[in-house]
């Protein structure tokens, strides 16, 4: 059984930092992208970032090129989005998800989600 899981998210101060994490397991990712997306209270699910496992490629939004990183640990499954100088505007829901490298749509399993607050 594929799983997703998802920690790391909760309230941060305006300016603060968080690491998400994704342990994923049930199955071999290594052809797969690893993304993680967001989606903000009354707007649609938005791509934030994406590396291939391999770790050749990556990709970040506008929006947090600069602020967000995305990496993996190949030997813990995991992959990770370290969030620095946080705004109020990236309150969401964070979503790991496996498949191809930023289309929402082309995703073959999602987690569950964590809670992202920021608060000034």
């Known amino acids: 059984q594929v799983q997703l899981v998802e920690s790391g998210g909760g309230f941060v101060q305006v300016g603060g930092s968080l690491r998400l994490s994704c342990v994923a397991s049930g199955r071999t990712f290594s052809n797969y992208a690893m993304n993680w997306f967001r989606q903000r209270p009354g707007k649609e699910r938005e791509f934030v970032a994406g590396?291939?496992?391999?770790?050749?490629?990556?990709d970040y939004a506008d929006s947090v090129k600069g602020r967000f990183t995305i990496s993996r640990d190949v030997g813990k499954n995991t992959v990770y989005l370290e969030m620095n100088s946080l705004k109020r505007e990236d309150t969401a829901i964070y979503y790991c998800?496996?498949?191809?490298?930023?289309?929402?749509?082309?995703?073959?399993?999602w987690g569950h989600g964590t809670q992202v607050t920021v608060s000034s």
């Open positions: 998800s496996a498949g191809g490298l930023g289309a929402w749509t082309n995703q073959d399993y």
């Open positions: 590396i291939r496992w391999s770790g050749s490629s990556l």
